[in-house]
């Protein structure tokens, strides 16, 4: 499997929790930027030696792609298509907040060839909306997952947060509840992380807003783990589920599992061919890189900010910390030698021995062999099964 994402750093307004490379009041940056992610997927295209032979997903991230122009969205695709090759069934992801989707652009982006919306819905509570700084209101996204499915779109994902300061248990049912009912394709439910230099980060600091506790912050998740089951959804990764495999992001799936990609755009990462590399994070110094692209032409990444070889070792250690965050599938023994020539319980057998007598992974039985899987009380406590591998 072979990805390319394409960072899209343009926001309306930062919201509060949020560190994310984006950047708002920025709009007229948009159309250079536009044409510099032309040039520096045609030029890595042209450069870039060992490419898969076709692009299996693409994934507009953000920022907020869905800020961008449907025809901007499709003249990407369509250059993808040109210079790399689309698999038939490929999957192209659009991350969407729901106070730009105007009605009618659903349809264009699905006309442009985007099969598949991630939808930010965050909360369906005023309050917890009001606290993050979100932009649209909850019901303004119940209309774009609705004119979104009128449109035509069969592949739908929510995101929904959880551990917002003030959300009670009770409100987070209600969000699991309502989301549930809109009968999305997928969910994607994330903890709210304070991270330093966010305004919420400084509010707590202050003392003027007080955080969700760990231990209700951990109820939450268990009752995610619990309730989404009963209403037909399985849970594929560590904050991931979908209605069954066929609705698995697969572009997700490729980080997961260790697999090739490249990031176009600020802010972007890519891994492919033993390297990663990472772009640079400012919008005008990524065009100002890729404009000047005769003043280095054989350079595949001339937006690289830092550029990194890894060692087998580490490529191992990153499929195991990366993979074991696959609820349903884990890590399998036989990709793992196939692809490194060893057995996974060669390379980390001190580490195996540890987590397995915790009862935090298990093996389990697949078609092509046994696969080592986070347990119920591995899921719990993910980061220490991971840490391991580290
Ligand atoms: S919409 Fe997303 S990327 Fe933009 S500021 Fe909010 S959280 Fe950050």
Known sequence: MFGIYLHIPFCRRRCKYCDFITYAGKDELMPGYYAALISELRHQANTLQDLPSQVDTVFFGGGTPSLFKAEWIKDLI???????????????????????????????????????????????????????????????????????????????????????????????????????????????????????????????????????????SADMYEMALDSLVEEGFSQYEISNWSRGEAFEARHNKIYWKNQPYLGLGAGAHSSINGLRVANTTSIEEYIRRVDDLQSSPKDAFPAAEETLRLDPYTMQQETMMLGMRLTREGVSKLEFRNRFGKAIEDVFSRELERIIARKLVEWRTFPDGPHLVLTRGGILLGNQVFQEFV
């Not at 689309?86 to 969407?96: Q, Y």
């Not at 006309?111 to 649209?136: C, E, P, T, Y």
């Not at 004119?147 to 409100?171: E, H, K, T, V, Y």
């Open 78 to 216: 369509d250059n993808i298509h040109k210079e790399y090759g689309l698999a038939k069934d490929v999957e192209i992801s659009l991350e969407a907040n729901p106070g730009t989707l105007a009605p009618g652009f659903s349809a264009s982006l699905l006309k442009a060839g985007v099969n598949r919306l991630s939808i930010g819905v965050q909360s369906f509570i005023d309050r917890d909306l009001a606290l993050l700084g979100r932009i649209h209101s909850p019901s303004q996204a119940v209309d774009a997952i609705h004119s979104a499915r009128r449109a035509g779109f069969s592949n739908i994902s929510l995101d929904l947060m959880f551990g917002i300061p003030g959300q009670s248990l009770a409100d987070w049912q209600t969000n699991l509840r309502q989301a549930v009912a809109l009968q999305p394709d997928h969910l994607s439910l994330y903890s709210l992380i304070l991270e330093p230099g966010t305004q919420l980060f400084d509010d707590v600091e202050r003392g003027t807003i007080q955080p969700v506790s760990e231990d209700l």
